[in-house]
């Protein structure tokens, strides 16, 4: 079993100084650092990281399929994805996601709490919890895909592929799990798979929302417009007028996607 982590920054040195001093060597067999922006200064990436240094800004979703194809070519089985912004307050969290998909069935997660999205009262607020799985690990599902930190299989990645890269710096995570839910490989839509307490285990860079280098653009709106636009085009539906299926009807597809005991 191979595990695969790849950091995706762009223009942020500080937040990637800060977000890189968490990760450390033992945490994968293949760390790749994906630069989308202004190459740092050398001395900010640790030696055992694997440097790819765009020569022109190519937007967060063919960073992100870069880093994914390093680690698939690498031969990792379990392929993890992280934006600067975001910090291992634990490093056990890679094998929790692990154990997670190994014990539902399940092979995409993303975790919830970055931005205020899954937040109610300015405190993580999960949609449900589905317990039963072990002592430390079970299921969230939260209403908003979030993805600034994300798990994949090998088998979700050759089944699905990669990000379409024709979004612009949005909704290119959506786009990819609407994908891989339509195969049945994850719940319904609006039913978004996590850790459950992720949030114990991983964490935001303070004023991560203001500072960043894409939401900061003018033309970030009509990206978000264009992207929505483009979403509806292609799946033959508004992305904001998808159904959302019943609890109890995601509860059974759950128990159902469950590898038994045998497997």
Known sequence: MKIGFGLVTYNRQD???ESISHVTKDIADHIVVV???TPYDSSVYPDFVHLIQ???NKCVGVSKNDALKYLMEKGCDHLFLMEDDIILKDPTV???YIKLAELTGIHHYNFGFHGPANLKNGKPNPKFIINGYSEDVNLALNHHCV???AYFSRDIIETVGYMDERYNNCWEHPDHTYRIIKE???PPFW???DLADSYKYLGEIKSSEEDSTIRGQASWRNNIAEGRKYFGAKHGIDILSIKQERLESVIRFVKNIRPSKEQ
Do not use: W, Y
Request: charged share 25%; net charge positive; hydrophobic share 40%.
């Open 184 to 186: 049945r490989l994850h």
């Open 94 to 96: 890679i094998q929790k």
């Open 147 to 149: 993805g600034a930190f």
């Open 191 to 193: 039913f978004f798979t």
């Open 35 to 37: 630069n989308d922006g």
């Open 15 to 17: 937040f990637f100084k």
């Open 54 to 56: 765009h020569e022109t």
